[in-house]
């Protein structure tokens, strides 16, 4: 038997160590604000309740399923996009997370099924391939419990917001009828993820247009109309409670082109005949189009840019996107961001939350910009980057350019729903632990490291995105 | 009340913090060796008094203004730019300053400034909104007396040496006023900037080449005679005791043209009619051409590439240059230098000093080419980075490659005179810091510990940049 | 008198130094596998007796060499490159280091000397201007005996396995009689490294291929028999003991052509009048068929591209190649690896281990690649990032990616023979630093952390290589 420490993730030194400890306290209460995130609307619609651990834990979750496949493990035998797993599968899964256990130490990803095992599951008893099996069992035990719903979870996690991230045609129906239910606990957002949208050159492109044309009462085949569908449906996600729209292409290029141009750059892709340099000059005009409308409906632009997607061609056919085949690449942000900065940087209703992975523009230009704009905030550590060391390194590069205030606070980005609360605590340890490094050298009184984690936890993303519990 | 913690900046571990308060002690009192720097030398020759605090500590400081305009304020109310800025205003802005306060957690700007406070003004009560309408009338009334000129200032931070930073064409009038007057106690040293007469293809360049020649007394209107006048130039100021060239261009490309091929796009440009790639190739000769000259003259180079200057077009267009949005770019020296340091990187005349806020270079370039190069040296952490936790990283980066006596010393590139020795003073404690862990884990003996701090703080700077006291 | 601290470059708070002792401990004594490295075979095998102390430990070293000149000393001077190095200059030579000693201080080279004379020649004098003339005195006795012959060393540091790296078309004459002589306690293995055959756009490029195609008996002066020589000289290597091939070029680009534009550009290679866009393309091609070979044969790929090998021309002309006028490149993996990847990444018998000295790709590139694909390791920080501070950054970039289970283990990449102890000793001591710090901070039980000790030093290096003791 073990059970967490209370002091894991704390400085090793003790009096900073105590400084942490207190700091983390004052926040580690506060309930869950998260402004992004993939849980699937349609659990919280049915109140879904999970078929086993392995589907919990294990086959949604790319963090998890790419190390064993690192490690040689299919990711059919895992689960991944199998239509039809069985139960003794999904225990045999399962086993193999279990034998390939050890090769997680030092990953986020142990440091959330442990903290999610004890704290969701109350079970203590250290994983591995000895234990995985009982474990299996137990917490099989529990799911089937009415305690272990969606719903149940959401609301035992204390979870204040929670955001899902939408298709600009969906109709959000299922939205509605969850922010209507008294029974959901949380404050629901739909996002808008217009990317698809935006890039001429893919063979899609089209009958994406038409579809939006359609869902927004406009006929979208020229450049005019399609602006309109992107207004309405913006609109639209913005009465059915979207704060934010969500970008994330290989970079983020947003030269405008002269109107008549774009026109005949549209007509062009939507007829198919683009080149993929004048597609590269349309999307960036489009994605310009994106700052120019949020700065009419003041909806948060959030970007993560510069991701090799699907990059392996094999794990894209046999298993589809989403698999952990994805490998960040180097971004660039600020020559390309220019003209939208220069449109509207100053503006204060227009908002702009830079995300990345890649970690050399944090002090070189997420946090000068940040420093500078006043609609500049820098997004917290994405992705590969969810974890202490990394978050540490954020805090070291950002803080003393743009000060906390220019930080969005953290995000959790995940259809993981059992490492939510987990992430989120990871984070408050993790913000401790910084913080207390400014009070243990003298930077900081006490009090003011308590005003500090009580901004960066609750205040802070709560005033970027403008969330209102 | 608080006073300032004289453990502040020091590693938390108690044994360390023994021994980097040591070394900090051994270097305290060190007089203050400036060899960059933007104070006005108007301010010098006339022994000029602030008028009040504000004009102290935030009008000219980008680095306090940009922060409280990403928070929304503008910069006109902080007196940025504006002629006729009343008492009344300079007041009002302190108290914004004041209300703003707590952006400032974990920032330099915030240590500075509590640090002159204390160490200046002898004022304890902490700072922030409550308190800013005392403390101002407080300093307000101390920078009325004769103790607070920049001269007394000078002496009473114990300056030892002091550099500003000139145009080519400026006669060094007011330097050999200062120079004469035995009331001035540092060493005080022009430096040559002539960056903007490198940019062929900036419009006002002819204009520019026109002022060099009658300062020179040389008709600069071809290759030729420009380079005769830059040669001139340089001597002149080196005469009214330069040490260093100061440059900053985008990049530091520096290859160099056939004589005739340079000669023929000179005439271009001078005609205003040279295209920006034949620019581009003019400006890396011209800029090659400073290198060679300094070989003949011994003027030390200081490069601080790749940074977006002005790149807010309504900040330039309202408030003008150095407002706080200039903003770094990616660099790559090595590639770039190659052609300089094939002619003179060998050469122990010739001297090259490359300061970044790039944190990628330390350990990929700067100091593989400084552990190579006897002419090379690596800058100090420049700008943005000129705060603690970019300092350590620096130390990490560059010591185990090039060792300390690559390094160029503390850098305070400033013009806010009252953070002079708040700046060299966190550079102390912060050097102690890292010297510390290598003492600590037994890499070095506390006597080396001694000699390194003794260098960093005063050989190494001396000799870097030729200053003898 | 001094002696080497048993704590060096633990961590200075107690508690994690009490942790990171114990898990040191427990690996301090494991023999040293060497899977990559530089030393002569000459040295293996005729037992070579080093001739004096700077013949050890200066003028083949480059890492030692460059500080110096970077600080003024000539290479002729400290014998590089020099056909005729008397006794009186070999010993003047360490007089000058000893000199320089101080400008060491923070780096790795200061380190290993330090540790090499004491656990070697048992000498706990400090080193420096004083005693450097003392100890030379003192080493050159010990290595006239034969207890410091190469081979002794080689038994007495206790190397498990030990690997050269050798042209293509070596005989292996001289690997074949060391591995037969059970004198020799070591495992060895030659190492392939092709580079110089894979530019065609070298002026010798053509004699290359012609020596290749001899040594492989087969035609290979065009496409189709090169490709055949390179196939049997990589079996050649294997069967006499290689377990990888080595690669450097500057980047790693690898698209291929299709077959017949290969042996068209070929051709025109092979004559001498390919254009350096067109070689580019054809080096793509070729290092791609290294993989396709490896795939076949089994030969791990180490690849550790971009540098600027022989920056400085007149270094090269003076003294040739590898003096440290090596500088770093920025270098991309991620787009330019993606035709190798995504034709053998999934396979388990394909093997790549990617180097780097540009920080900058752990986390963005290496470690997601190394967390997806079952062929991709992460290699050891590389050459200028052999030194405690870059592991412990390497460790925090990567391992909460990809894993302990990802990353190659410790490599040496070293000639300088007497420093290999003492460079392996390093990583097992910041090895349980790391370590150390997540036992500290609860993300890992101290057995956990043995585990993980025993797999980096031992297992790892092992398996990711294929050695089988």
């Known amino acids: 038997m073990q059970t967490l420490n209370p002091d894991r993730l704390f400085p090793a030194e003790p009096t900073q160590r105590r400084i942490a400890r207190d700091l983390y306290d004052s926040v580690k209460d506060m309930p869950i604000i998260s402004p992004h995130g993939h849980v699937p609307i349609e659990w919280f619609a049915t109140d879904y309740h999970f078929r086993n651990p392995t589907e919990l834990f294990i086959t949604p979750d790319h963090y998890v399923t790419r190390l064993m496949h690192a490690h040689g493990v299919e990711l059919a035998d895992l689960g991944v996009n199998q239509s039809d797993f069985s139960e003794s599968q999904a225990r045999e899964a399962f086993l193999t997370f279990g034998r390939c256990w050890r090769r997680y130490a030092g990953t986020p990803m142990r440091y959330w099924f442990e903290d999610s095992l004890e704290r969701v599951f109350s079970i203590t008893e250290p994983f591995g391939p000895d234990s995985a099996g009982r474990i299996y069992d137990q917490v099989n035990e529990m799911l089937a419990s009415p305690e272990f719903s969606t719903r149940a979870l959401v609301r035992r996690f204390n979870i204040e917001s929670i955001s899902t991230t939408d298709d600009p045609v969906d109709d959000l129906r299922l939205h509605d009828q969850v922010i209507a239910d008294p029974d959901f606990g949380a404050l629901l957002a739909p996002a808008f993820r217009p990317d698809r949208y935006l890039e001429p050159a893919a063979p899609e492109w089209a009958s994406l247009v038409d579809a939006l044309g359609r869902s927004a009462g406009v006929d979208a085949s020229g450049y005019e109309g399609f602006h309109e569908a992107m207004r309405r449906r913006r609109r639209f996600f913005k009465e059915h409670g979207a704060v934010l729209s969500d970008h994330s292409h290989m970079d983020v290029s947003c030269e405008r082109l002269a109107d008549d141009e774009a026109a005949r750059l549209f007509a062009l892709a939507y007829a198919g005949s683009i080149t993929a340099a004048d597609a590269a000059r349309l999307r960036a005009h489009l994605f310009n189009d994106q700052a120019r409308l949020a700065q009419e409906d003041g909806l948060i632009m959030t970007l993560h840019p510069a991701v090799h997607r699907s990059y392996d061609q094999y794990g894209l056919e046999t298993y589809g996107r989403d698999i952990g085949a994805d490998i960040p690449a180097r971004s660039e942000f600020t020559r390309a961001l220019k003209p939208i900065l220069n449109a509207y940087g100053n503006d204060s209703k227009f908002r702009l939350v830079l995300f990345t992975m890649d970690e050399t523009v944090f002090s070189r230009s997420l946090a000068p910009l940040a420093g500078y704009y006043p609609s500049v905030f820098v997004g917290a550590p994405w992705w590969f980057l969810d974890q202490p060391e990394a978050m540490l390194r954020y805090f070291e590069d950002t803080v003393p350019i743009c000060g906390f205030g220019k930080l969005s606070g953290f995000i959790d980005d995940t259809r993981a729903l059992c ?44 005033e970027v995105f403008r969330l209102n519990p």
């Open 419 to 462: 490492s939510i609360p987990s992430r989120h605590d990871t984070n408050r340890r993790v913000t401790a632990r910084y913080v207390s490094s400014l009070v243990a050298d003298h930077r900081l009184s006490l009090d003011e490291g308590y005003e500090v984690m009580r901004g960066m936890i609750q205040t802070q993303p709560r």
